[in-house]
Protein backbone atom coordinates (compact mmCIF):
# COMPACT_ATOMS: atom_id res chain seq x y z
CA UNK A 1 0.00 0.00 0.00
CA UNK A 2 1.28 3.79 -0.72
CA UNK A 3 1.53 5.99 2.00
CA UNK A 4 -1.29 8.95 1.77
CA UNK A 5 0.10 11.79 -0.73
CA UNK A 6 0.35 15.04 1.72
CA UNK A 7 -0.91 18.28 0.58
CA UNK A 8 1.50 21.58 0.68
CA UNK A 9 1.44 23.93 2.93
CA UNK A 10 0.78 27.28 0.74
CA UNK A 11 0.87 30.45 3.21
CA UNK A 12 1.30 29.96 7.25
CA UNK A 13 0.44 32.57 9.85
CA UNK A 14 -0.01 30.60 13.19
CA UNK A 15 -2.85 28.52 14.14
CA UNK A 16 -4.48 25.93 12.12
CA UNK A 17 -8.20 26.32 11.81
CA UNK A 18 -10.69 23.75 11.61
CA UNK A 19 -14.43 25.48 11.35
CA UNK A 20 -18.02 24.49 11.15
CA UNK A 21 -20.23 23.88 7.96
CA UNK A 22 -22.51 26.71 7.95
CA UNK A 23 -26.37 25.34 8.67
CA UNK A 24 -27.52 26.30 4.77
CA UNK A 25 -24.37 24.32 3.39
CA UNK A 26 -25.35 20.82 5.35
CA UNK A 27 -24.23 17.69 4.03
CA UNK A 28 -27.07 15.70 2.20
CA UNK A 29 -28.14 12.43 3.69
CA UNK A 30 -27.74 9.01 1.39
CA UNK A 31 -31.27 8.53 1.31
CA UNK A 32 -31.13 12.27 -1.02
CA UNK A 33 -29.21 10.80 -3.10
CA UNK A 34 -31.36 7.57 -3.51
CA UNK A 35 -29.44 4.58 -0.94
CA UNK A 36 -31.69 2.07 -0.49
CA UNK A 37 -34.69 3.01 -3.05
CA UNK A 38 -34.55 0.21 -5.38
CA UNK A 39 -36.98 -2.34 -4.28
CA UNK A 40 -39.29 -5.12 -5.52
CA UNK A 41 -43.02 -5.01 -3.84
CA UNK A 42 -41.43 -2.54 -1.18
CA UNK A 43 -38.51 -5.37 -0.39
CA UNK A 44 -34.90 -3.89 -0.50
CA UNK A 45 -32.88 -6.75 -2.03
CA UNK A 46 -30.78 -6.94 1.79
CA UNK A 47 -30.52 -10.42 4.02
CA UNK A 48 -31.83 -13.41 1.75
CA UNK A 49 -34.29 -14.36 -0.87
CA UNK A 50 -35.05 -17.85 -1.90
CA UNK A 51 -34.78 -19.07 -5.53
CA UNK A 52 -36.13 -21.58 -7.51
CA UNK A 53 -34.06 -22.97 -10.67
CA UNK A 54 -36.19 -25.09 -13.21
CA UNK A 55 -34.52 -26.93 -15.43
CA UNK A 56 -36.93 -27.71 -19.10
CA UNK A 57 -36.71 -29.67 -21.99
CA UNK A 58 -38.06 -28.07 -24.73
CA UNK A 59 -36.17 -30.01 -28.21
CA UNK A 60 -37.90 -33.01 -26.41
CA UNK A 61 -34.51 -34.77 -27.06
CA UNK A 62 -33.54 -37.35 -24.45
CA UNK A 63 -29.93 -37.65 -26.33
CA UNK A 64 -29.68 -33.61 -26.14
CA UNK A 65 -31.13 -32.60 -23.16
CA UNK A 66 -28.81 -31.01 -21.48
CA UNK A 67 -25.67 -32.47 -23.00
CA UNK A 68 -23.49 -29.68 -21.85
CA UNK A 69 -24.24 -29.26 -17.90
CA UNK A 70 -25.63 -31.42 -15.38
CA UNK A 71 -28.24 -30.89 -13.81
CA UNK A 72 -26.37 -30.31 -10.46
CA UNK A 73 -24.14 -27.86 -12.03
CA UNK A 74 -26.86 -25.16 -11.73
CA UNK A 75 -27.15 -25.25 -8.36
CA UNK A 76 -23.70 -25.39 -7.67
CA UNK A 77 -23.36 -22.30 -10.16
CA UNK A 78 -25.94 -20.30 -8.33
CA UNK A 79 -25.69 -21.48 -4.76
CA UNK A 80 -22.38 -22.16 -3.67
CA UNK A 81 -20.53 -18.90 -2.95
CA UNK A 82 -17.25 -20.95 -3.01
CA UNK A 83 -17.08 -22.24 -6.50
CA UNK A 84 -13.72 -21.73 -7.94
CA UNK A 85 -13.16 -18.46 -10.18
CA UNK A 86 -10.32 -19.05 -12.64
CA UNK A 87 -10.55 -16.78 -15.93
CA UNK A 88 -7.64 -18.97 -16.92
CA UNK A 89 -8.87 -22.50 -16.54
CA UNK A 90 -10.75 -23.68 -19.89
CA UNK A 91 -12.14 -27.10 -19.30
CA UNK A 92 -14.41 -26.75 -17.88
CA UNK A 93 -14.37 -22.83 -17.17
CA UNK A 94 -14.83 -22.20 -13.77
CA UNK A 95 -16.81 -18.95 -13.31
CA UNK A 96 -17.48 -18.87 -9.66
CA UNK A 97 -21.14 -18.30 -8.76
CA UNK A 98 -24.00 -16.06 -8.38
CA UNK A 99 -23.64 -16.02 -4.54
CA UNK A 100 -19.87 -15.72 -4.59
CA UNK A 101 -21.20 -12.40 -7.36
CA UNK A 102 -23.32 -11.27 -4.77
CA UNK A 103 -21.41 -11.42 -1.75
CA UNK A 104 -18.72 -9.66 -3.62
CA UNK A 105 -20.80 -7.05 -5.10
CA UNK A 106 -22.79 -6.77 -1.85
CA UNK A 107 -20.82 -6.82 0.46
CA UNK A 108 -22.40 -9.84 2.37
CA UNK A 109 -25.50 -7.91 2.14
CA UNK A 110 -27.64 -10.16 -0.32
CA UNK A 111 -27.65 -14.07 -0.96
CA UNK A 112 -29.82 -16.18 -1.80
CA UNK A 113 -30.95 -19.37 -0.67
CA UNK A 114 -32.16 -22.72 -2.03
CA UNK A 115 -35.81 -22.83 -2.72
CA UNK A 116 -36.30 -26.34 -0.72
CA UNK A 117 -39.46 -28.12 -0.43
CA UNK A 118 -40.73 -31.90 -0.87
CA UNK A 119 -40.21 -32.61 -4.17
CA UNK A 120 -37.25 -30.52 -5.02
CA UNK A 121 -34.87 -30.89 -1.72
CA UNK A 122 -31.91 -29.04 -3.24
CA UNK A 123 -33.60 -26.12 -4.61
CA UNK A 124 -33.95 -27.60 -8.44
CA UNK A 125 -36.31 -29.21 -10.88
CA UNK A 126 -35.36 -31.34 -13.92
CA UNK A 127 -34.33 -31.55 -16.29
CA UNK A 128 -38.53 -31.66 -16.99
CA UNK A 129 -40.25 -33.14 -20.13
CA UNK A 130 -42.67 -30.43 -21.46
CA UNK A 131 -46.22 -31.04 -22.83
CA UNK A 132 -46.50 -30.57 -26.07
CA UNK A 133 -48.87 -27.71 -25.88
CA UNK A 134 -46.11 -25.76 -23.65
CA UNK A 135 -43.16 -26.75 -26.24
CA UNK A 136 -45.29 -25.39 -28.90
CA UNK A 137 -45.86 -21.99 -26.22
CA UNK A 138 -42.10 -21.51 -26.32
CA UNK A 139 -41.41 -22.53 -29.69
CA UNK A 140 -44.14 -20.37 -30.88
CA UNK A 141 -42.81 -17.68 -29.71
CA UNK A 142 -46.50 -15.45 -28.74
CA UNK A 143 -45.91 -15.43 -25.69
CA UNK A 144 -42.97 -13.50 -23.42
CA UNK A 145 -43.39 -15.62 -20.29
CA UNK A 146 -43.78 -18.77 -22.10
CA UNK A 147 -40.70 -20.43 -20.11
CA UNK A 148 -41.96 -19.00 -16.77
CA UNK A 149 -45.46 -20.54 -17.68
CA UNK A 150 -44.46 -24.42 -19.17
CA UNK A 151 -41.23 -24.32 -16.28
CA UNK A 152 -44.44 -24.13 -13.07
CA UNK A 153 -46.61 -26.34 -15.04
CA UNK A 154 -43.72 -29.01 -15.01
CA UNK A 155 -42.68 -28.34 -11.77
CA UNK A 156 -46.30 -28.22 -10.52
CA UNK A 157 -46.51 -31.71 -12.06
CA UNK A 158 -43.77 -32.63 -10.46
CA UNK A 159 -44.81 -31.48 -6.56
CA UNK A 160 -43.93 -28.00 -6.66
CA UNK A 161 -46.36 -26.43 -4.07
CA UNK A 162 -46.00 -23.00 -4.93
CA UNK A 163 -47.90 -21.86 -2.10
CA UNK A 164 -45.50 -22.51 0.35
CA UNK A 165 -43.50 -19.49 -0.79
CA UNK A 166 -46.59 -17.32 -0.88
CA UNK A 167 -44.85 -15.73 2.84
CA UNK A 168 -47.53 -12.86 3.47
CA UNK A 169 -50.27 -15.14 2.12
CA UNK A 170 -51.46 -12.74 -0.09
CA UNK A 171 -52.78 -15.39 -2.70
CA UNK A 172 -49.78 -14.57 -5.30
CA UNK A 173 -46.48 -15.33 -5.06
CA UNK A 174 -43.68 -12.55 -6.27
CA UNK A 175 -40.37 -11.79 -6.91
CA UNK A 176 -39.70 -10.60 -3.16
CA UNK A 177 -40.49 -14.56 -1.88
CA UNK A 178 -39.26 -16.38 -4.49
CA UNK A 179 -36.78 -15.74 -7.40
CA UNK A 180 -37.73 -18.33 -10.53
CA UNK A 181 -34.92 -19.09 -12.87
CA UNK A 182 -35.52 -21.07 -16.23
CA UNK A 183 -32.77 -23.09 -17.75
CA UNK A 184 -33.50 -24.18 -21.59
CA UNK A 185 -31.82 -26.53 -22.82
CA UNK A 186 -30.59 -24.65 -26.48
CA UNK A 187 -27.11 -24.23 -26.41
CA UNK A 188 -25.11 -20.69 -26.92
CA UNK A 189 -25.32 -17.92 -24.79
CA UNK A 190 -28.87 -15.99 -24.70
CA UNK A 191 -30.77 -14.76 -21.61
CA UNK A 192 -34.10 -12.95 -20.40
CA UNK A 193 -36.49 -11.49 -17.98
CA UNK A 194 -39.42 -10.93 -17.84
CA UNK A 195 -42.78 -10.75 -16.24
CA UNK A 196 -45.19 -13.40 -15.41
CA UNK A 197 -48.92 -14.08 -14.25
CA UNK A 198 -49.47 -17.08 -14.02
CA UNK A 199 -51.22 -19.81 -11.85
CA UNK A 200 -49.98 -23.42 -12.67
CA UNK A 201 -52.84 -25.70 -12.82
CA UNK A 202 -53.28 -27.71 -9.50
CA UNK A 203 -51.64 -24.69 -7.62
CA UNK A 204 -53.63 -23.04 -5.20
CA UNK A 205 -51.71 -19.61 -5.85
CA UNK A 206 -50.40 -17.55 -8.68
CA UNK A 207 -46.69 -16.37 -9.41
CA UNK A 208 -46.86 -12.73 -10.35
CA UNK A 209 -43.42 -11.08 -10.68
CA UNK A 210 -40.65 -11.22 -12.63
CA UNK A 211 -38.85 -14.51 -13.90
CA UNK A 212 -35.36 -15.25 -16.29
CA UNK A 213 -34.42 -17.75 -18.40
CA UNK A 214 -31.19 -18.54 -19.41
CA UNK A 215 -29.72 -21.14 -21.96
CA UNK A 216 -27.76 -23.99 -20.53
CA UNK A 217 -24.73 -22.47 -22.09
CA UNK A 218 -25.16 -19.18 -20.85
CA UNK A 219 -22.23 -17.33 -20.22
CA UNK A 220 -21.32 -16.07 -16.71
CA UNK A 221 -22.27 -12.12 -17.44
CA UNK A 222 -25.87 -13.22 -19.40
CA UNK A 223 -26.37 -15.31 -16.24
CA UNK A 224 -25.72 -12.38 -13.74
CA UNK A 225 -27.55 -10.05 -15.37
CA UNK A 226 -30.31 -11.62 -16.04
CA UNK A 227 -30.98 -12.53 -12.54
CA UNK A 228 -30.20 -9.22 -11.16
CA UNK A 229 -32.96 -7.81 -13.17
CA UNK A 230 -35.53 -9.77 -10.20
CA UNK A 231 -33.42 -7.50 -8.12
CA UNK A 232 -35.15 -4.57 -10.25
CA UNK A 233 -31.80 -3.43 -12.29
CA UNK A 234 -32.13 -1.14 -15.08
CA UNK A 235 -30.18 -2.12 -18.37
CA UNK A 236 -27.45 0.78 -19.12
CA UNK A 237 -26.53 -1.09 -23.02
CA UNK A 238 -27.45 1.90 -25.40
CA UNK A 239 -26.98 1.34 -29.66
CA UNK A 240 -26.53 -2.51 -30.87
CA UNK A 241 -25.32 -4.89 -29.03
CA UNK A 242 -24.25 -7.86 -30.95
CA UNK A 243 -26.04 -6.72 -34.11
CA UNK A 244 -29.14 -6.73 -32.67
CA UNK A 245 -32.04 -4.02 -32.13
CA UNK A 246 -31.97 -1.11 -30.96
CA UNK A 247 -30.93 1.00 -33.71
CA UNK A 248 -27.35 1.82 -33.81
CA UNK A 249 -25.82 4.78 -32.54
CA UNK A 250 -22.76 6.09 -33.57
CA UNK A 251 -19.76 8.04 -31.82
CA UNK A 252 -17.89 10.45 -34.38
CA UNK A 253 -18.58 7.69 -37.07
CA UNK A 254 -17.76 4.54 -34.96
CA UNK A 255 -20.67 2.20 -33.94
CA UNK A 256 -20.65 2.18 -29.93
CA UNK A 257 -22.65 0.59 -27.05
CA UNK A 258 -22.40 2.63 -23.89
CA UNK A 259 -21.31 0.78 -20.53
CA UNK A 260 -19.45 -1.53 -22.25
CA UNK A 261 -17.60 -3.66 -19.79
CA UNK A 262 -17.89 -0.92 -17.39
CA UNK A 263 -21.08 -2.56 -15.40
CA UNK A 264 -23.19 -5.78 -15.28
CA UNK A 265 -25.97 -3.92 -16.63
CA UNK A 266 -24.14 -3.38 -19.86
CA UNK A 267 -24.09 -5.62 -23.02
CA UNK A 268 -23.12 -9.36 -22.33
CA UNK A 269 -23.92 -11.61 -25.04
CA UNK A 270 -20.47 -12.63 -26.22
CA UNK A 271 -20.18 -16.89 -26.80
CA UNK A 272 -20.81 -19.75 -24.72
CA UNK A 273 -20.29 -20.60 -21.20
CA UNK A 274 -17.43 -17.68 -21.38
CA UNK A 275 -16.86 -17.51 -17.66
CA UNK A 276 -15.91 -13.53 -18.36
CA UNK A 277 -17.53 -11.11 -15.07
CA UNK A 278 -17.40 -7.50 -14.27
CA UNK A 279 -19.30 -5.51 -11.32
CA UNK A 280 -22.36 -3.91 -10.84
CA UNK A 281 -21.77 -0.29 -11.08
CA UNK A 282 -21.84 1.59 -8.47
CA UNK A 283 -25.20 3.83 -9.02
CA UNK A 284 -26.86 0.41 -8.45
CA UNK A 285 -24.61 -0.46 -5.15
CA UNK A 286 -25.71 2.66 -4.19
CA UNK A 287 -29.92 2.19 -4.82
CA UNK A 288 -29.56 -1.33 -3.35
CA UNK A 289 -28.18 -0.15 -0.01
CA UNK A 290 -24.84 -2.06 -1.17
CA UNK A 291 -22.55 0.77 -0.40
CA UNK A 292 -22.88 4.39 1.19
CA UNK A 293 -20.51 6.37 -0.59
CA UNK A 294 -18.57 9.29 0.90
CA UNK A 295 -20.33 12.73 0.34
CA UNK A 296 -18.16 14.91 -0.76
CA UNK A 297 -19.07 18.53 -1.98
CA UNK A 298 -17.17 20.11 -5.41
CA UNK A 299 -17.11 23.26 -3.29
CA UNK A 300 -14.70 21.72 -0.78
CA UNK A 301 -12.96 18.91 -2.55
CA UNK A 302 -10.43 16.99 -0.68
CA UNK A 303 -7.59 14.53 -1.07
CA UNK A 304 -9.12 10.26 -0.85
CA UNK A 305 -7.99 7.13 -1.12
CA UNK A 306 -10.25 4.99 -3.32
CA UNK A 307 -10.06 0.76 -2.38
CA UNK A 308 -10.50 -1.27 -5.49
CA UNK A 309 -14.08 -2.23 -6.44
CA UNK A 310 -13.18 -6.27 -5.46
CA UNK A 311 -12.45 -5.15 -2.03
CA UNK A 312 -15.82 -4.92 -1.25
CA UNK A 313 -15.74 -1.59 0.96
CA UNK A 314 -19.20 -0.55 0.99
CA UNK A 315 -17.66 3.22 1.81
CA UNK A 316 -15.33 2.77 -1.53
CA UNK A 317 -16.64 5.27 -4.19
CA UNK A 318 -16.90 9.12 -3.83
CA UNK A 319 -20.07 11.10 -4.54
CA UNK A 320 -19.56 13.83 -5.98
CA UNK A 321 -22.03 17.08 -5.64
CA UNK A 322 -22.87 20.50 -5.83
CA UNK A 323 -24.87 21.80 -2.43
CA UNK A 324 -25.59 24.39 -4.79
CA UNK A 325 -27.25 22.69 -7.47
CA UNK A 326 -28.57 19.70 -5.49
CA UNK A 327 -28.98 16.05 -5.31
CA UNK A 328 -30.58 15.23 -8.79
CA UNK A 329 -27.43 15.46 -10.39
CA UNK A 330 -23.93 13.87 -9.44
CA UNK A 331 -21.06 11.95 -9.89
CA UNK A 332 -19.70 8.73 -9.05
CA UNK A 333 -16.08 7.67 -8.54
CA UNK A 334 -14.46 4.46 -8.19
CA UNK A 335 -11.45 2.31 -8.60
CA UNK A 336 -11.44 -0.93 -11.08
CA UNK A 337 -8.73 -2.83 -11.17
CA UNK A 338 -8.97 -6.75 -13.07
CA UNK A 339 -6.04 -7.97 -10.33
CA UNK A 340 -6.78 -10.94 -8.35
CA UNK A 341 -7.69 -10.90 -4.83
CA UNK A 342 -8.63 -14.21 -3.60
CA UNK A 343 -4.99 -15.91 -3.73
CA UNK A 344 -3.22 -17.80 -6.36
CA UNK A 345 -6.16 -19.78 -7.69
CA UNK A 346 -8.99 -17.28 -7.57
CA UNK A 347 -10.12 -14.64 -9.71
CA UNK A 348 -12.25 -11.22 -8.38
CA UNK A 349 -15.43 -11.18 -9.94
CA UNK A 350 -14.41 -7.53 -11.58
CA UNK A 351 -11.43 -9.32 -13.27
CA UNK A 352 -13.42 -8.51 -16.97
CA UNK A 353 -13.74 -4.91 -16.35
CA UNK A 354 -13.05 -2.45 -19.50
CA UNK A 355 -9.81 -1.31 -17.81
CA UNK A 356 -7.91 -0.38 -14.52
CA UNK A 357 -7.62 2.77 -12.95
CA UNK A 358 -10.60 5.63 -11.94
CA UNK A 359 -14.24 5.25 -13.65
CA UNK A 360 -16.54 8.45 -13.73
CA UNK A 361 -19.67 8.02 -13.72
CA UNK A 362 -22.22 10.74 -14.47
CA UNK A 363 -25.79 10.12 -12.88
CA UNK A 364 -28.83 11.96 -13.60
CA UNK A 365 -32.21 11.06 -11.68
CA UNK A 366 -35.56 12.43 -10.52
CA UNK A 367 -36.67 13.74 -7.37
CA UNK A 368 -38.18 10.06 -6.43
CA UNK A 369 -34.34 8.69 -7.86
CA UNK A 370 -35.16 6.85 -11.27
CA UNK A 371 -32.82 7.43 -13.89
CA UNK A 372 -33.71 10.23 -15.66
CA UNK A 373 -34.41 10.18 -19.84
CA UNK A 374 -31.61 12.79 -20.83
CA UNK A 375 -30.00 14.02 -23.77
CA UNK A 376 -26.42 12.11 -25.10
CA UNK A 377 -23.74 13.00 -23.24
CA UNK A 378 -21.20 11.67 -25.93
CA UNK A 379 -22.56 13.88 -29.06
CA UNK A 380 -24.19 10.24 -30.15
CA UNK A 381 -25.51 11.05 -34.18
CA UNK A 382 -27.78 8.23 -35.34
CA UNK A 383 -25.92 7.67 -38.21
CA UNK A 384 -22.30 8.20 -39.54
CA UNK A 385 -23.52 11.66 -40.34
CA UNK A 386 -26.03 12.33 -38.45
CA UNK A 387 -27.90 14.30 -36.08
CA UNK A 388 -27.29 14.35 -32.15
CA UNK A 389 -29.87 12.16 -30.58
CA UNK A 390 -31.18 13.39 -27.33
CA UNK A 391 -33.09 10.17 -26.26
CA UNK A 392 -30.50 8.28 -23.63
CA UNK A 393 -33.24 6.43 -21.92
CA UNK A 394 -31.13 6.22 -18.77
CA UNK A 395 -29.28 9.63 -16.73
CA UNK A 396 -25.84 6.63 -15.78
CA UNK A 397 -22.69 6.40 -17.94
CA UNK A 398 -19.12 6.68 -17.99
CA UNK A 399 -17.12 9.82 -18.97
CA UNK A 400 -13.44 8.72 -19.69
CA UNK A 401 -10.82 11.26 -20.88
CA UNK A 402 -11.33 13.61 -23.42
CA UNK A 403 -11.08 12.63 -27.30
CA UNK A 404 -9.69 15.81 -29.15
CA UNK A 405 -11.27 14.28 -32.70
CA UNK A 406 -14.89 14.48 -30.72
CA UNK A 407 -14.31 18.21 -29.83
CA UNK A 408 -12.64 17.07 -26.74
CA UNK A 409 -15.93 15.16 -25.49
CA UNK A 410 -15.80 12.66 -23.30
CA UNK A 411 -14.50 8.81 -24.41
CA UNK A 412 -17.61 6.81 -23.87
CA UNK A 413 -16.63 3.31 -21.76
CA UNK A 414 -13.18 4.92 -21.02
CA UNK A 415 -11.23 5.00 -17.83
CA UNK A 416 -8.62 7.23 -15.97
CA UNK A 417 -4.75 6.33 -15.51
CA UNK A 418 -2.43 7.61 -12.73
CA UNK A 419 -1.11 10.84 -13.38
CA UNK A 420 -4.06 12.37 -15.22
CA UNK A 421 -6.40 14.78 -14.07
CA UNK A 422 -9.80 14.80 -15.42
CA UNK A 423 -11.59 17.88 -17.85
CA UNK A 424 -13.67 20.07 -15.57
CA UNK A 425 -16.67 18.53 -14.85
CA UNK A 426 -19.64 19.36 -16.66
CA UNK A 427 -23.23 19.02 -16.20
CA UNK A 428 -25.68 17.50 -18.57
CA UNK A 429 -27.56 20.67 -19.23
CA UNK A 430 -27.74 21.20 -22.69
CA UNK A 431 -27.78 18.69 -25.89
CA UNK A 432 -24.05 18.91 -27.10
CA UNK A 433 -21.07 18.75 -25.20
CA UNK A 434 -19.61 22.59 -25.83
CA UNK A 435 -23.00 24.07 -24.50
CA UNK A 436 -22.69 21.74 -21.02
CA UNK A 437 -22.17 23.87 -18.24
CA UNK A 438 -19.04 23.42 -16.16
CA UNK A 439 -18.68 22.52 -12.37
CA UNK A 440 -16.29 24.01 -10.56
CA UNK A 441 -14.52 20.51 -10.03
CA UNK A 442 -12.24 18.40 -11.39
CA UNK A 443 -9.99 15.47 -10.46
CA UNK A 444 -6.34 14.40 -9.90
CA UNK A 445 -5.23 10.28 -10.07
CA UNK A 446 -2.08 9.94 -8.58
CA UNK A 447 0.27 7.45 -10.01
CA UNK A 448 -0.26 4.00 -9.03
CA UNK A 449 0.33 -0.09 -10.57
CA UNK A 450 -2.47 -2.30 -11.39
CA UNK A 451 -1.85 -4.14 -8.38
CA UNK A 452 -2.92 -1.67 -5.99
CA UNK A 453 -5.23 -2.45 -3.77
CA UNK A 454 -5.96 1.64 -3.54
CA UNK A 455 -5.43 4.75 -5.18
CA UNK A 456 -5.12 8.07 -4.44
CA UNK A 457 -7.25 11.25 -5.89
CA UNK A 458 -7.35 14.72 -5.12
CA UNK A 459 -10.77 16.28 -5.90
CA UNK A 460 -10.04 20.09 -7.07
CA UNK A 461 -12.24 23.11 -7.12
CA UNK A 462 -12.57 26.15 -8.29
CA UNK A 463 -15.09 26.88 -6.48
CA UNK A 464 -15.30 31.15 -5.28
CA UNK A 465 -16.09 31.41 -1.49
CA UNK A 466 -16.86 35.46 -0.23
CA UNK A 467 -15.91 37.16 3.03
CA UNK A 468 -17.07 40.37 4.10
CA UNK A 469 -15.72 41.63 7.31
CA UNK A 470 -19.15 43.97 7.65
CA UNK A 471 -21.40 41.55 6.94
CA UNK A 472 -23.73 40.76 9.89
CA UNK A 473 -23.64 37.16 9.87
CA UNK A 474 -25.38 34.66 12.11
CA UNK A 475 -27.34 34.28 13.84
CA UNK A 476 -29.34 37.34 11.76
CA UNK A 477 -28.38 36.89 8.52
CA UNK A 478 -27.32 33.41 6.27
CA UNK A 479 -23.81 32.52 5.20
CA UNK A 480 -23.32 30.45 2.95
CA UNK A 481 -19.87 32.04 1.21
CA UNK A 482 -22.21 32.87 -1.91
CA UNK A 483 -21.02 36.52 -2.60
CA UNK A 484 -24.76 37.76 -0.92
CA UNK A 485 -24.59 35.69 1.69
CA UNK A 486 -20.80 35.65 2.45
CA UNK A 487 -18.99 34.72 5.82
CA UNK A 488 -17.94 37.75 7.94
CA UNK A 489 -14.33 36.28 9.54
CA UNK A 490 -11.30 35.30 7.58
CA UNK A 491 -11.23 31.69 9.81
CA UNK A 492 -14.89 30.92 8.59
CA UNK A 493 -14.08 31.88 4.63
CA UNK A 494 -10.65 29.75 5.11
CA UNK A 495 -12.37 26.56 6.67
CA UNK A 496 -14.79 26.54 3.67
CA UNK A 497 -12.91 27.27 0.86
CA UNK A 498 -12.10 24.16 -1.01
CA UNK A 499 -8.96 22.52 -2.45
CA UNK A 500 -7.18 24.68 -5.39
CA UNK A 501 -10.46 27.15 -4.62
CA UNK A 502 -11.09 30.75 -4.35
CA UNK A 503 -11.11 32.78 -1.21
CA UNK A 504 -12.97 36.34 -2.52
CA UNK A 505 -12.28 39.17 -0.32
CA UNK A 506 -15.16 42.27 -0.10
CA UNK A 507 -13.23 45.44 0.62
CA UNK A 508 -12.46 45.92 4.25
CA UNK A 509 -10.71 45.39 7.34
CA UNK A 510 -9.50 42.45 9.98
CA UNK A 511 -7.60 41.47 12.78
CA UNK A 512 -7.74 38.13 12.37
CA UNK A 513 -5.80 34.95 15.14
CA UNK A 514 -2.84 33.51 12.97
CA UNK A 515 -3.84 30.47 10.97
CA UNK A 516 -2.13 28.52 8.63
CA UNK A 517 -3.32 27.53 5.02
CA UNK A 518 -3.07 23.89 4.90
CA UNK A 519 -4.91 23.39 1.25
CA UNK A 520 -3.58 24.96 -1.71
CA UNK A 521 -6.29 28.63 -2.34
CA UNK A 522 -6.22 31.45 -3.93
CA UNK A 523 -6.31 34.96 -1.94
CA UNK A 524 -7.81 37.67 -3.89
CA UNK A 525 -9.57 40.67 -3.74
CA UNK A 526 -11.62 41.46 -6.63
CA UNK A 527 -13.84 44.76 -5.59
CA UNK A 528 -11.24 46.60 -4.18
CA UNK A 529 -8.61 47.04 -1.20
CA UNK A 530 -8.41 44.51 1.90
CA UNK A 531 -6.21 44.60 5.25
CA UNK A 532 -5.04 41.75 6.88
CA UNK A 533 -3.84 42.42 10.45
CA UNK A 534 -3.86 45.59 12.68
Not at 217 to 244: I, V
Not at 275 to 302: A, C, Q
Not at 421 to 427: H, I, M, N, P, V
Request: net charge negative; glycine share 10%; charged share 15%.
Amino acid sequence: MKPMPGTPSLLALGLCLGGATPASAETPALADFGHQSLRVNGQPALGQRRCLIVLIDVTNDANAVFAFHPAQYFANLVFNPLAPRDITFANPPLPGSVNGFLAENSGGRFAITRAVGAAHPDGFFGPLLLTAAERALITGGQDEAAEAKAALAAATRAGLVLADFDADGNGWVGAHELLLLVVVDNPGDNGKARGVDFRPEGSSVRFAGSYCAVTQQASFATLMHEMSHLLGTLDLYYGNPGGRPPDPRYYRGQSLVLNTATTLMGPTITVADNPSIYHLDPWHKLVFGWNEPRIVSMRTGGSFSLPAARTARADGPILLYDPWRGTNEFFLIEYRTRSRNRGAGGDSYDSNVAGQGLFLWHVQQAADHKLEIVDSPFDLTTDTNGLVVVDLPFGNWVEGPPNPAAGNAPTPNGFWTGGQTTFRLRWNDAPTWAGRSSSPAQIRVHPFTSLDDEVFIEVLTDAEIWVDFDYPGQPTSPETGDVSFPFNSLAEGVAQVGLGGRLSFKPGAQNPAPITLSKPMTLQAPLGPVRLGP
